[in-house]
């Protein structure tokens, strides 16, 4: 898939097109995932996540919090009085949405920052940033050997090959793997260009934060003046 531009933003220097789907709970980098990880890898799972939880949290992010979201006879209802009330019935479930929609969006960020990068130092060397890329790509991308794929397929598990055989897997793992290598020396580019240009970047989004209100009877280990408190969301059920 080719993830759509952004006006002021860049455009997408990188595509990525569907293809065959390795089996689920494919390992990634340390990472698995059993929705059956596609070729695209990293921005597929981003899209998935932003699909599932960006409508929760859209109008949220954006500081829309006096949004009428219903009305029952002349008593409108804000979003920012739901969530208030989504917080203080199940504060974890409220934070762990937020913290999916925020860690998608730190990934989108890279991505819109790494394109702007790309088109200045293209514009330094005189070139389109497609032709940056596609220069730098090809020396840094390297064929996926047969040997690759087999070391692959042998660090999965049963679970994970389903029963299929090497030969049933070794086209979508070489895919996979391919495209994981393309993704890692983009990132890696990005980042060298980003120390040899004398440009400043700045990441001004912020995390989601939740002020919580102790309560006398809360049970709590250590001293009440500590520097960092760990808060702990759980179910005695």
């Known amino acids: ?36 990880l596609k070729r695209g890898v990293l921005w597929s799972c981003v899209l998935l996540l932003v699909v599932g939880v960006g409508a929760l949290l859209s109008k949220q992010q954006f500081g829309l919090s006096d949004e009428v979201v219903a009305r029952v006879g002349d008593r409108e209802i804000t979003l920012g009085e739901v969530e208030e009330h989504w ?24 991505m819109v920052v790494g394109n702007q990068i790309l088109e200045i130092e293209a514009a ?30 042998s660090s999965l598990g049963e679970q994970q090959t389903q029963g299929r055989t090497l030969e049933q897997l070794r086209r979508p793992i070489n895919n996979f793997l391919q495209q994981q290598q393309s993704v890692e020396a983009r990132a890696t ?49």
Do not use: C, H
Not at 126 to 151: C, N
């Open 189 to 237: 580019l990005i980042a060298e260009l980003s120390d040899s240009l004398d440009v400043r970047v700045e990441r001004l989004l912020e995390p989601p934060r939740m002020a919580i209100a102790r309560a006398p009877t809360d049970p709590i280990k250590g001293t009440s003046g500590a520097i960092v408190e760990i808060i702990e969301f759980s179910d005695f059920q």
């Open 1 to 36: 898939m080719t993830l759509p531009s952004q006006k002021g933003a860049g455009r997408v220097l990188y595509d990525m097109a569907d293809s065959e789907q390795l089996p689920s709970n494919v390992p990634t980098g340390g990472q698995s995932s059993g929705m059956g």
């Open 87 to 110: 917080r203080e019935i199940d504060a974890g479930s409220f934070m762990q949405v937020s913290q999916s929609r925020y860690d998608a969006l730190v990934l989108y960020l890279d």
């Open 124 to 153: 330094n060397r005189g070139l389109t940033p497609e032709t940056l890329l596609r220069q730098e790509m090809s020396a840094r991308v390297t064929p996926i050997t047969d040997t690759d794929v087999e070391r692959f397929y």
